[in-house]
């Protein structure tokens, strides 16, 4: 049984910052990635960030240069630092924690946050 885990969120005024966590725990052997992606209303979910064992870290396009992503590993834990927030960047945030349960025999297993809620008023 796994269970990722979001904090942060909430409403703050355009440029401002606000910081996302997300801690995955339970039964890990492994983690592969971790990442968070976003959804607004009448929109397709979108790649915010996410870090690989194979590739770094990826951001979407929209975030690059005003987001980061940093990982504690021993933790199973994420942070996702948003500066210079804007309207656009209103959405649902879900966590994304791919995972590798008892070896590497098996491709690692999609496992999602409840999502929190960021919304930037102009």
């Known amino acids: 049984q796994v269970e990722v885990v979001e904090s942060g969120g909430g409403l703050v005024q355009a440029g401002g910052s606000l910081r996302l966590s997300c801690r995955a725990s339970?039964?890990?052997?492994?983690?592969?990635?971790m990442g968070w992606y976003r959804q607004a209303p009448g929109k397709q979910r979108e790649l915010v960030a996410l870090i690989t064992a194979e590739k770094g870290t990826d951001y979407g396009d929209s975030v690059k240069g005003r987001f980061t992503l940093s990982i504690e590993n021993a933790k199973s834990t994420i942070h996702l630092q948003m500066n210079s927030l804007k309207p656009d960047d209103t959405a649902t945030y879900s966590c994304l924690a791919k995972i590798y349960i008892g070896s590497y025999r098996s491709p690692p297993k999609d496992y999602w946050g409840q999502g929190t809620q960021v919304t930037v008023s102009s």
């Open positions: 339970g039964n890990i052997f492994s983690l592969n990635a």
